[in-house]
């Protein structure tokens, strides 16, 4: 089983891409597996025989080192290894206990890799791996004997466009056979679609005596999304801070670059954004912070760089991909990136540096014209995350010559969440006021 991100310590095996027997080449994808954050595709980078497989599809909670599959150098006899074993291979070790508290804390980010936004190894880690010799085995609890359902055959593999359009027309995605690659969903298949013969509707009684409910298993991704909310709120006290921003010039000047560009970018409200959010958070470095405990010592640490988190809503859940050294990024160069990160994001396709680290967040919601405005929650150790709502217009009352004269605004409200153990009140305020002051001039961004 290898390591796909830093803090991996187990997986769960999910679909085959080949079957014992079949030539490798490096870059072929041999199986997908599901991590603690994400489903992911093994490209193994050496070329061989798959001689037999050790896992099979749906085995759950594999240990990180422990035996999967049997390779052979191309030109080898794979008979002999039908009977092998996973007793031959050397057998296999349960995967690591870990408390919730220090889950939800490497989920967020690997520990000390020597980037300046990595958080420090635990001291418990280190001393658990000296013990680890002494420990008795874990016991295993008993089986029912039936065969594990794999994350592919609870989540099908679908493209977003296809999942949309499928809960829009009320079309079972379970039902649909896809015929994109490897099985996946498409959009031709949901259009093509065609339900089988309707039951008759049940009977009152029959209606009475069905289940009220329907139980989804937690994938290991929901697990570790809802650990980190519950380790930010009980770890970091919560304050917020909410300013309206006029965007009527940000709104002008993004027109205006737009239509110049011909077609090689169309820049969105949310870079501009992003953008301020670096600005406010060079002027305001104290809010580019998170707080950190190591070997027994504790202390602030203060970003150079700001590398801002983006959150993006994909099948799976919640993701934040990074944004590195916005401060140095042109207004073109960021919508590229957000574009290219995003899309990546929804198809499961990112590594772990895009998206563990960062030193600040940002929330849009503003394409729901339902939401004026939200509150966030911190993404840990970051210190600070930005909600943003929907753009409104508000009437704007202006004494002329003539009299009152009623001009309209576009405004959005922003509410920024901070951690009142790295920000002070005064500080989170001075931060909303720069971002304001930046947003309300735009032409600033572009100096």
């Known amino acids: 089983?290898?390591?796909?991100?830093?803090?991996?310590?187990?997986?769960?095996?999910?679909?085959?891409?080949?079957?014992?027997?079949?030539?490798?080449?490096?870059?072929?994808?041999?199986?997908?597996?599901?991590?603690d954050k994400a489903q992911m595709d093994f490209e193994f980078q050496e070329e061989g025989v798959l001689a037999k497989i050790l896992k099979d599809s749906g085995e759950k909670d594999v240990a990180v080192g422990n035996p999967i599959a049997v390779m052979i150098e191309e030109g080898e006899d794979p008979a002999p290894f039908e009977s092998f074993t996973l007793e031959d291979a050397g057998g296999e070790k349960a995967p690591p206990?870990?408390?919730?508290?220090?889950?939800a804390s490497e989920s967020s980010e690997p520990p000390e890799t020597g980037a300046e936004t990595s958080p420090p190894a635990s001291k418990e880690d280190s001393k658990s791996a000296s013990k680890s010799d002494s420990k008795p085995a874990a016991l295993e609890s008993e089986s029912t004997g039936g065969r594990l359902q794999t994350s592919l055959d609870r989540e099908p593999k679908i493209s977003p466009l296809a999942k949309a359009l499928a809960l829009e027309q009320g079309?079972?995605?379970?039902?649909?056979?896809?015929?994109?690659?490897?099985?996946?969903?498409?959009?031709?298949?949901?259009?093509?679609?065609?339900?089988?013969?309707?039951?008759?509707?049940?009977?009152a009684a029959a209606s009475a005596s069905g289940a009220a409910y329907e139980d989804t298993p937690a994938s290991s991704m929901r697990k570790t999304i809802a650990n980190r909310l519950i380790q930010s709120f009980n770890q970091n006290p919560h304050y917020f801070v909410s300013a309206s921003l006029s965007v009527t010039k940000l709104l002008k000047l993004r027109q205006a670059l737009n239509a110049s560009a011909d077609g090689k970018y169309?820049?969105?409200?949310?870079?501009?954004?992003?953008?301020?959010?670096?600005v406010a958070l060079l002027k305001?470095?104290?809010?580019?912070?998170?707080?950190?405990?190591?070997?027994?010592?504790?202390?602030?640490?203060?970003?150079?760089?700001?590398?801002?988190?983006?959150?993006?809503?994909?099948?799976?859940?919640?993701?934040?991909?990074?944004?590195?050294?916005?401060?140095?990024?042109?207004?073109e160069k960021i919508s590229s990136q957000i574009k290219d990160l995003g899309k990546r994001a929804r198809d499961g396709?990112?590594?772990?540096?895009?998206?563990?680290?960062?030193?600040?967040?940002?929330?849009?919601?503003?394409?729901n014209a339902a939401v004026e405005r939200f509150t966030a929650v911190i993404n840990p150790p970051q210190a600070g995350i930005l909600a943003v709502g929907t753009t409104k217009k508000v009437a704007?009352?202006?004494?002329?010559?003539?009299g009152t004269q009623v001009e309209w605004d576009d405004q959005i409200v922003v509410t920024g969440s901070f951690d009142h153990k790295v920000v002070d009140g005064a500080v989170g305020g001075e931060w909303i006021r720069e971002f304001k002051k930046v947003v309300e001039n735009p032409l600033d961004l572009l100096l």
């Not at 390591?3 to 199986?31: C, E, F, H, R, Y």
């Not at 169309?266 to 670096?278: G, I, P, Q, R, Y």
């Open 171 to 203: 079309v079972p995605i379970k039902d649909v056979k896809g015929t994109g690659a490897g099985g996946r969903i498409t959009k031709e298949d949901i259009e093509k679609f065609k339900p089988a013969s309707a039951p008759a509707p049940p009977t």
């Open 396 to 402: 704007m009352p202006q004494e002329t010559e003539e």
């Open 97 to 103: 206990k870990e408390a919730p508290k220090e889950e």
């Open 266 to 278: 169309k820049l969105s409200v949310n870079d501009f954004l992003v953008k301020a959010c670096a």
């Open 349 to 367: 396709k990112l590594k772990p540096e895009e998206y563990q680290g960062g030193t600040f967040t940002i929330s849009n919601m503003g394409m």
């Open 1 to 35: 089983m290898p390591a796909l991100s830093p803090t991996m310590t187990a997986g769960n095996i999910g679909t085959w891409q080949k079957k014992a027997g079949d030539t490798i080449s490096p870059g072929d994808v041999l199986v997908e597996i599901e991590t």
């Open 284 to 331: 305001v470095p104290a809010v580019n912070s998170s707080w950190r405990e190591k070997d027994g010592s504790v202390f602030i640490r203060k970003h150079n760089s700001a590398d801002i988190s983006v959150a993006v809503a994909t099948p799976i859940g919640l993701m934040t991909p990074i944004v590195k050294g916005v401060e140095g990024l042109g207004l």
